[in-house]
């Protein structure tokens, strides 16, 4: 066993240098450890091994039940948090309900909603783009395809983007009390929500979840309303806060910017090689549910397992050339969804909207460029942007 190899995953060297790091540590071996004993795993086979979830479970790491029970409660009952016969049946169900149909039919109103945003910008000028355009495009999607009134869709955002922090607060214990607050309101509206749907479906995703049966199976109100604030979270949050870390790589190779401008039609294969390139996820913890031995790893139910999402998509062995941003590269596999089990239900309405977004983007405005240097989150530099100011001009 590889004991001499010890990664701290809150280092600041990830802040300064993040990939080149992890390189660093790859060059010696496929793994590490960290300094409380648990594998971080660095390549693609190894991360997709441990997302496959057959004797590894996701877990949320360090988490304080006792700072609100309530919040607990709500974790407990998400998909991400199930495995076994409960996971597999909520995941037929949500299938069922997620049809391609409700996805594309929300073309359109993608469309729309980026044409408003864009319309808002300076026709010359500069603009944060986390706050006017990152932060209010998925709510204004996702409210109404939930069946949100137009009106309430501010603050349903709003208790997302608190409620959203549950295991940080769980962790940390700060802010504890407004995000269960937070939470407390998306659960208290999905419940009236409900009451509504149950006697007057429409054409939304909260009906069809409703509906959703499988010989004579349909969802508890609890998992309704828990699985449809998880599905509104984790659609918010991750455009939100990936969109933002797609542009900045574009703007960081001017030659793959012109790429898109002439040619739109490759802003999903962008969606996709930004999210290889520069994913949102860090380190993913799972809980081993077995004792057993991985390529002479020997682990103990229990034992944690980090699959290091940025590590397995530039592994070298898997992608040619990984540290290159090139947005014509075929569809490579990457962990930015997740995988397996609990790969991302939404992921296909994320890549839709995020791709509507470039488009319009790269089409309407004849320069976007930096008017400052990105703001990153405190300690999470390189991976989570609290603002991204543009200079623009339209084209025209």
């Given at each position: 066993m590889?004991?001499?190899?010890?990664?701290?995953?809150?280092s600041?060297?990830?802040d300064?240098?993040?990939?080149?790091?992890?390189e660093?540590?790859?060059?010696?071996?496929?793994?590490?450890?960290?300094?409380?004993?648990?594998?971080?795993?660095?390549?693609q086979?190894?991360v997709?091994?441990?997302?496959?979830c057959k004797?590894?479970?996701f877990?949320?790491?360090?988490i304080?039940?006792?700072r609100s029970?309530y919040?607990?409660?709500?974790i407990q009952?998400e998909?991400l948090?199930?495995?076994g016969?409960?996971?597999?049946?909520?995941?037929?169900?949500l299938?069922?309900?997620?049809r391609?149909?409700i996805?594309e039919?929300?073309r359109?109103?993608?469309?729309k909603?980026v044409?408003?945003?864009?319309?808002?910008?300076p026709q010359?000028?500069?603009v944060?783009?986390?706050e006017?355009?990152?932060d209010?495009?998925?709510?204004?999607?996702?409210?109404p395809m939930?069946?949100?009134?137009?009106?309430?869709v501010q603050?349903f955002?709003e208790?997302?983007k608190i409620g959203?922090r549950?295991?940080?607060?769980?962790?940390?214990?700060v802010?504890?009390d407004?995000?269960?607050?937070?939470?407390?309101s998306i659960?208290?509206?999905?419940?009236?929500?409900?009451a509504?749907?149950?006697d007057a479906?429409?054409?939304?995703?909260?009906s069809e979840l409703?509906?959703?049966?499988i010989?004579?199976?349909?969802?508890?109100?609890?998992e309704?309303v828990?699985?449809?604030?998880e599905l509104?979270s984790?659609?918010v949050?991750?455009t939100?806060?990936?969109?933002?870390?797609i542009l900045?790589a574009?703007l960081a190779?001017p030659d793959?910017m012109a790429k898109?401008r002439a040619?739109p039609?490759?802003?999903?294969?962008?969606v996709?090689?930004?999210?290889?390139y520069a994913?949102?996820?860090?380190a993913?913890?799972?809980?081993?549910?077995?004792d057993?031995?991985?390529?002479?790893?020997?682990?103990?139910?229990?034992?944690l397992?980090?699959a290091?999402?940025p590590?397995?998509?530039?592994?070298?062995?898997?992608?040619?050339?990984?540290?290159?941003?090139d947005?014509?590269?075929?569809?490579t596999?990457h962990?930015?969804?997740?995988y397996?089990?609990?790969?991302c239900?939404?992921?296909?309405?994320?890549r839709m909207?995020?791709?509507?977004?470039?488009?319009?983007?790269t089409?309407?405005?004849?320069?976007?460029?930096?008017a400052?240097?990105p703001d990153w989150?405190?300690g999470?530099k390189?991976?989570?942007?609290?603002s991204?100011?543009?200079k623009?001009?339209k084209?025209g």
């Amino acid at each position: 066993m590889n004991t001499e190899l010890i990664v701290d995953l809150r280092s600041p060297r990830f802040d300064e240098d993040k990939y080149g790091y992890i390189e660093e540590l790859r060059s010696q071996s496929f793994f590490a450890r960290t300094p409380e004993s648990a594998v971080v795993f660095f390549n693609q086979e190894d991360v997709a091994e441990v997302f496959r979830c057959k004797d590894f479970r996701f877990t949320f790491n360090l988490i304080d039940e006792t700072r609100s029970p309530y919040l607990a409660k709500a974790i407990q009952h998400e998909l991400l948090n199930m495995h076994g016969p409960q996971h597999e049946r909520l995941s037929r169900l949500l299938k069922q309900a997620l049809r391609d149909r409700i996805i594309e039919g929300m073309r359109e109103n993608i469309t729309k909603i980026v044409d408003d945003l864009v319309t808002a910008f300076p026709q010359n000028g500069e603009v944060e783009f986390c706050e006017h355009f990152a932060d209010p495009l998925p709510a204004r999607v996702l409210g109404p395809m939930f069946g949100v009134p137009y009106d309430r869709v501010q603050g349903f955002n709003e208790w997302i983007k608190i409620g959203g922090r549950k295991v940080d607060a769980l962790q940390s214990g700060v802010g504890i009390d407004e995000v269960e607050q937070a939470n407390r309101s998306i659960h208290t509206y999905l419940r009236t929500l409900l009451a509504e749907r149950r006697d007057a479906p429409g054409d939304d995703l909260f009906s069809e979840l409703i509906q959703a049966e499988i010989d004579g199976d349909k969802m508890s109100e609890d998992e309704l309303v828990y699985l449809s604030g998880e599905l509104a979270s984790a659609g918010v949050d991750t455009t939100r806060t990936q969109l933002p870390l797609i542009l900045n790589a574009l703007l960081a190779f001017p030659d793959q910017m012109a790429k898109l401008r002439a040619d739109p039609g490759l802003a999903l294969r962008t969606v996709d090689e930004g999210m290889r390139y520069a994913p949102l996820p860090w380190a993913l913890p799972h809980a081993a549910t077995r004792d057993f031995t991985y390529k002479g790893i020997a682990f103990n139910e229990g034992d944690l397992a980090f699959a290091l999402v940025p590590a397995a998509n530039r592994d070298p062995a898997a992608v040619a050339d990984p540290q290159s941003f090139d947005i014509s590269r075929d569809r490579t596999r990457h962990f930015a969804f997740g995988y397996g089990l609990h790969a991302c239900p939404g992921s296909q309405l994320a890549r839709m909207e995020m791709s509507i977004a470039l488009e319009a983007l790269t089409t309407r405005f004849s320069e976007i460029s930096l008017a400052a240097e990105p703001d990153w989150e405190p300690g999470l530099k390189g991976r989570t942007l609290r603002s991204l100011h543009l200079k623009v001009q339209k084209s025209g």
